[in-house]
């Protein structure tokens, strides 16, 4: 097991706050800040578009990320798009596949907004969305959406950790059901990646969208999108860059990964991604993962204890918990906390729907990263229990 104390020193921000919303998004360590002032102030320059030194060196270097990246999640490089977040690289799937009237989307009661609208959009070209439903602590039984398959499911997009619950999606199994059906499974790993091992090979989806700013702690403006074939999904942006050859009534496109990353990519922000990636390989995902569920679900267990608080998920949840004080609003209550110096998102966290299935509007999210320590667990926890004897 790592320092916690140790590492958190390339975090300064933690010296003045207990941030506990990494899920929505995590702090930069200072060696990843510092490799991208590295490009700005010794070899910036442009992407594929150069044949002297700094183009060279940024083309090496911006290359070298995506290999490191594709190793992370056992994929090939060919397979491995960069985009700016997780949002844009599940709205590329949508986007770029071929629709046919009759078609049928599977999705779920649990997803973000944005593994959620970019389907529901697809309605006025008819294709059929089906949205189904979890149990009350945000378990999808795979069985379920074995039912909701049809003869035109074309695909099945599941979130693999949800940002309401923290409950952890039993992908194998959902990827097994679509491809026995002849259906493609996209994964949305927005709240998984970084956090726990993920290996697109094991999970056996055909697409997986992810950002970079959350538990991989990279920079924002950073996502990565997985496809297991690339030439099966068109290429949603066209321009300069990612082009074989053009003339004034034709062009051809480049391979994959370049066809889908047309124009000058965020540079700074993908090798800044490439350093994030490397340092949470060298404190050690497996150990990441124990950290900060132990975190998690110790900070569900003891919050469930209190009077006037309910906690939504199950024990057995990945790393963030959401709660609600009775008779109070989720703001009210954050703010609270932020008095004390605690940062907790409040609201419906884009998952409206998951809030809908509740009957509520809205909960405080508490969620942990790698930097995060058990002390800050009981600081939470006591000015919760502080609130609730305001109740009493």
């Known amino acids: 097991m790592y320092d916690v104390m140790l590492l958190r020193k390339d975090f300064p921000v933690l010296e003045r706050v207990i941030y506990l919303d990494s899920a929505a998004t995590s702090q930069t360590p200072g060696p990843v800040v510092e490799v991208m002032n590295e490009y700005f102030f010794n ?37 491995t798009i960069f985009t700016k977040n997780a949002t844009e690289a599940i709205n590329m799937v949508a986007l770029g596949i071929k629709w046919s009237k009759g078609d049928h989307v599977i999705t779920s009661i ?22 189904v439903e979890s149990d009350r602590q945000g378990i999808l039984s795979p069985g379920s959406i074995g039912e909701a398959i049809t003869e035109r499911t074309k695909l099945i997009a599941i979130t693999h950790v949800s940002n309401v619950f923290g409950s952890i999606q039993d992908i194998r199994e959902i990827a097994k059901i679509a491809h026995e059906n002849g259906a493609t499974l996209l994964v ?12 697109v090979g094991k999970l056996d989806c055909d697409f997986l969208a992810f950002s970079g700013h959350k538990g991989l702690l990279g920079p924002p403006g950073t996502g990565v999108l997985y496809v297991k074939h690339p030439e099966r999904l068109e290429p949603v942006y066209s321009g300069g860059g990612g082009v074989k050859s053009v003339t004034k009534d034709s062009f051809e496109l480049d391979e994959s990964p370049v066809c889908f990353e047309p124009g000058t ?13 490397e340092y949470v390989e060298k404190v050690g995902i497996t150990d990441i993962e124990h950290h900060v569920t132990s975190l998690a679900r110790d900070a569900a267990s003891r919050l469930a204890e209190l009077p006037n608080i309910e906690v939504y998920g199950p024990l057995e949840r990945a ?26 998102r409040s609201g419906h966290h884009c998952a409206m729907p998951a809030y809908q299935f509740l009957g509520i509007s809205g909960s405080v999210r508490a969620s942990f990263a790698l930097y995060n320590t058990q002390e800050e667990v009981g600081a939470l926890v006591g000015v919760i229990e502080e609130v609730t004897r305001t109740l009493t």
């Not at 700094?54 to 060919?78: C, Q, S, W």
């Not at 993908?270 to 994030?276: K, Q």
């Open 110 to 131: 649990l997803e973000h907004h944005s593994n959620l609208l970019p389907w529901l959009r697809l309605r006025p070209k008819g294709v059929e969305i089906s949205v």
């Open 319 to 344: 790393g963030l918990v959401s709660f609600n004080v009775a008779s109070m609003d989720s703001h009210d209550v954050s703010m609270i906390l932020d008095e004390h110096g605690i940062c907790t």
């Open 265 to 277: 990519p965020n540079i700074p922000g993908v090798i800044g991604l490439g350093a994030a990636v």
């Open 188 to 199: 949305d790993g927005a709240q998984s990646i970084g956090h726990m091992p993920v290996n």
């Open 43 to 79: 070899y910036t320059a442009n992407y594929g578009r150069g044949a002297y030194g700094l183009a060279r060196e940024t083309t090496e270097r911006y290359d070298e990320v995506r290999k490191r990246v594709a190793r992370f999640i056992g994929a090939k490089e060919h397979q």
